[in-house]
């Protein structure tokens, strides 16, 4: 596709379950990001794949939260034992090497 | 920490008026600074950049300044229209790739 995709748009799980949010980047584009917003926040950075370098991940909140990039392509982040702060909405974005990030429409994750 | 800052969470300007976007940082590494605007339940598009060589860039009704000795920015839309009602972010990095640090967003809202 033409932009960053990201699936799914929506997702309301129980306290406890565990999540995978997934993203598809622009092709060719060498770096991914997660980001975050959480009601009334801005955006908080979560981790950051650059090429085949070790990935940034001075972002995660917690153990629970993990990411792989399978390819240099699509991303899959992973929530465990989800907890009610962790609801927000969950942004991808990917970047060529201009730099300028372009987002995904995000999946928004509703914790019960 | 928050590196980057955006001190007023919204505003509000008449149509036709300057739109007048402001944001500081503390990092003293960041070399890279974008505005970003948000649209409900859209990802964060692209608006404009500048490079901590230039003082000023402009881009049609959208220009942004740098204040280095300050570490201040600031995006003026001239002139403001309702269509520009949305959340803006700025961001800022310190590599020329590398994660985005992104403020808390204003609000801004362009009344006919």
């Known amino acids: 596709g033409a932009g960053v995709s990201q699936s799914p748009s929506n997702k309301v799980t129980e306290k406890g379950k565990d999540v995978e949010l997934r993203c598809d980047p622009i092709?060719?584009?060498?770096?991914l990001y997660w980001y975050r917003q959480s009601l009334g926040q801005g955006l908080e950075f979560l981790i950051y794949f650059q090429g085949n370098s070790a990935p940034d991940k001075s972002g995660l909140p917690s153990d629970r939260f993990s990411a792989e990039r399978t390819g240099g392509s699509v991303s899959t982040l992973t929530i465990q034992r989800t907890q009610q702060e962790d609801s927000a909405v969950y942004l991808c974005?990917?970047?060529?090497?201009?730099?300028?990030?372009?987002f995904g429409e995000g999946s928004r994750l509703t914790v019960l | 920490d928050q590196q980057v800052k955006q001190n007023s969470p919204s505003l509000s300007v008449q149509e036709g008026r300057i739109s007048i976007l402001n944001c500081d940082y503390t990092n003293s590494m960041f070399d890279y600074f974008l505005w970003y605007k948000k649209y409900p339940a859209e990802g964060p598009t692209f608006l404009i950049s500048?490079?901590?060589?230039?003082d000023k860039n402009e881009d049609g009704r959208f220009t942004v300044f740098l204040n280095k000795s300050a570490k201040h920015l600031s995006l003026h839309i001239v002139p403001s229209q309702p269509g520009d009602s949305a959340v803006y972010f700025c961001a800022a990095r310190g590599t020329s790739y590398g994660k985005l640090t992104f403020g808390q967003g204003t609000i801004l809202t362009v009344h006919p």
């Open positions: 500048i490079s901590s060589i230039k």
């Open positions: 092709s060719g584009h060498t770096a």
């Open positions: 974005a990917s970047s060529s090497k201009t730099g300028e990030l372009f």
